[in-house]
């Protein structure tokens, strides 16, 4: 099979799209323009936090640990995406690794966040959560360089001794999500309860509301549905009184 034909192309893309397919959600929907600042030229990628909510998806007992270095200029983080929370460190899906320095033109942002969260990004994607859109109708030559998202943080977080790191060339800061986006990205997050396993945020709006309220408000087990679950009863709340 040779990748500059366009049959066997369109096959090979077809066969990414297939990777970490979740019913209902598309990530293509979320994915946003933006411009490598090595090559000027135009790409596609997704935010983090749809990366990470799309892991979500797939792996509900998935795990993201990360460590964060610090270096001469800045911070060097890892990140390890596991299937499952009690997998050992070595059983990981996928790895990466980035190097963030401070940058005067960008002083509200931390550098420490700003490599942790580039790594998760690198990760995901490494472990097939948005490698679909490093490809696209033209030949791409060269390396995939690391991205520039915004500062999240999710999994473990440990500091290590302090090493030198090579500087990273920096694309553009990515784009907010809109309300309707967090909404949808809310709704599809994955139910904790062992009741409703296989269930989304979304089903639970209509089989046992009391239940996604429990989740907004007293789940602790994570911070990120607990956040979908509140947002769900927000926008209920706001639907009713309008």
Do not use: H
């Not at 990748?3 to 990777?19: C, M, R």
């Not at 979500?56 to 993201?64: E, L």
């Not at 610090?70 to 190097?99: E, H, M, Q, W």
């Not at 790191?165 to 809109?178: C, D, I, R, Y």
């Amino acid at each position: 099979m040779s990748q500059n034909n366009p049959s066997d192309k369109s096959a090979i893309l077809e066969s990414l799209n297939s990777i970490n397919q979740v019913e209902g959600f598309d990530p293509m929907l979320f994915a946003v323009e933006y411009t490598d600042m090595a090559t000027g030229k135009s790409r596609k990628k997704i935010p983090v936090l749809i990366q990470i909510a799309w892991f979500r998806m797939v792996y509900p007992k998935g795990r993201i640990a990360t460590t964060i270095t610090p270096c001469k200029d800045g911070f060097v983080a890892s990140a390890r995406i596991y299937a499952d929370y009690n997998d050992g460190p070595d059983c990981y899906l996928a790895d990466a690794t980035a190097s963030r320095g401070y940058d005067q033109t960008k002083p509200s942002i931390s550098p420490r966040e700003w490599a942790q969260t580039a790594a998760i990004g690198i990760a995901l994607r490494n472990a097939g959560f948005g490698v679909q859109f490093g490809l696209t109708a033209d030949d791409y030559e060269g390396p995939v360089l690391n991205e520039l998202p915004d500062p999240v943080s999710d999994g473990d977080d440990t500091a290590a001794p302090v090493t030198d790191a090579p500087s990273e060339k920096e694309p553009e800061v990515e784009p907010e999500l809109t309300e309707e986006q967090k909404l949808q990205l809310a709704l599809r997050q994955p139910c904790p309860i062992t009741k409703y396993s296989g269930k989304t945020l979304g089903d639970l709006q209509t089989l046992d509301p009391k239940a996604l309220s429990w989740i907004a408000n007293k789940f602790t087990g994570n911070p990120e549905i607990s956040a979908a679950a509140k947002r769900i009863c927000e926008y209920a709340l706001q639907e009713t009184s309008a």
